[in-house]
């Protein structure tokens, strides 16, 4: 039920007394620590995860009531069991101890099952709570993962077929009416908005895959300048109808070890963001940075930029977060959630930096491929 060796702090200012319990629990497999005063056990406590606390109240300067109540006060120590282990067991005693957060009392002199029972209980009911937090917390990520998904969905999917099907309707009722520069403008918009749902769907199915635990990585030598000129070309098109320039200034031969389709999608979702957050004539830049172990890549723009309290929300899948771009382009929030997921999942970091009206740049890290996979892929 819980992991071996369980590490127990035993709080005692009588070192016979120290040394009696712990022969005991060293005996039946527990990692002992000690403290003689309450103020070093306090300490103590601070500085490693315990399992479980074998605390005495009759101490010198500072009782066990107040050390159990320092403890349970603590973020750090609130939720380590404490069990009096004591001579001093009236009912008042017994209540104070109980209302200053002990689980348990164990009467001096003890029973060697007595104590053993007891121990291996209170250690068993932390780590089932321990469980139950984590599956508790899961779920409620879950659900926050579930209710964002419908939500696009329902909104952010649903709009781009409006558009479609409301714009084809028009044309199709009254094609005679309109001129060729029109239904020139009708096709291009079918083509923005076609692609912003394929775009979109495509993410969709990317992040649910990841989810489920469907989605292997399968990392490889990547020429990273290549990679992203290769971007470029896709997305210059998109870039031209803003007039904004896109410049490749990655260095020749940065390489990284990844998952190529992972991190073309990153590089997708980076660039097109920032392409949707700049005004008309502005520039996007991509840059990197060679390290010892890694590399790092940068996708700044001198667009709309966002605010201190957006920044915190952006890579967030529980909270809707989505923005307007500069020529009324729409997203789901969903791009930088997938993004800084699949950055993770390939051992690297991404962060952001920005603020309004200066712009935005996305920074991430990735490893750097060992001698014999850049030697194979230069060979290859």
């Known amino acids: 039920m819980f992991e071996e060796n369980p590490k127990i702090l035993i709080i005692d200012d009588i070192v016979s007394n120290i040394q009696v319990v712990a022969n005991v629990l060293k005996k039946n497999n ?26 005495d109240i009759m101490m010198p300067e ?49 029973k060697v099952a007595e104590l053993i029972a007891r121990v291996n209980t209170h250690i068993q009911l ?21 209710d964002k998904l419908l939500s696009i969905i329902a909104h952010d999917l649903r709009n781009p077929f409006s558009v479609l099907i409301t714009f084809s309707k028009l044309l199709l009722d009254s094609l005679d009416d309109f001129s060729k520069e029109d239904i020139l403008n009708y096709l291009k918009t079918f083509y923005q908005t076609s692609k912003q749902g394929y775009n979109l769907l495509d993410n969709l199915l990317k992040w649910s895959k990841s989810q489920t635990g469907k989605m292997e990585i399968e990392p490889e030598v990547i020429d990273f300048k290549d990679i992203v000129e290769e971007n470029i070309t896709l997305l210059n098109s998109q870039a031209k109808s803003k007039k904004i320039k896109l410049f490749n200034e990655l260095p020749e031969d940065l390489f990284a070890f990844a998952d190529l389709n992972m991190i073309l999608t990153v590089l997708r979702n980076l660039l097109t963001n920032a392409i949707k957050f700049t005004a008309e004539g502005g520039k996007i830049e991509v840059s990197g940075k ?14 709309l930029g966002i605010s201190e309290d957006d920044l915190g929300k952006i890579f967030r899948i529980d909270i ?15 791009g930088l959630v997938l993004c800084k997921e699949f950055i993770e999942k390939n ?3 991404l ?15 990735l490893p750097k491929p060992e001698l014999n996979h850049l030697e194979n892929h230069l060979n290859g």
């Open 62 to 110: 500072m009782d066990g009531y107040e050390v159990c109540t320092h403890l349970k006060k603590d973020p750090k120590t609130k939720d380590v069991p404490v069990i009096f282990l004591t001579a001093k067991t009236t009912e008042d005693s017994l209540k104070k101890g109980f209302d200053c957060g002990a689980v348990d009392f164990i009467s001096k002199p003890f």
């Open 347 to 349: 051992h690297g970091i």
């Open 290 to 303: 060679d390290f010892d172990n890694y590399i790092e890549i940068s996708v700044k723009d001198n667009g």
């Open 320 to 334: 809707k977060h989505s923005t307007t771009g500069t020529a009324n382009e729409r997203g789901s929030g969903l």
């Open 351 to 365: 962060t952001a930096k920005s603020s309004p009206g200066q712009g935005s740049e996305f920074i991430f890290t």
């Open 30 to 55: 527990f990692n002992i620590s000690y403290a003689q005063s309450g103020k070093s056990g306090i300490e103590r406590a601070k500085q490693i995860n315990f399992d479980l606390i074998l605390l």
């Open 126 to 146: 932390k780590t089932i709570r321990e469980i139950l937090s984590e599956t508790n917390k899961n779920l409620q990520e879950a659900n926050a993962n579930k």
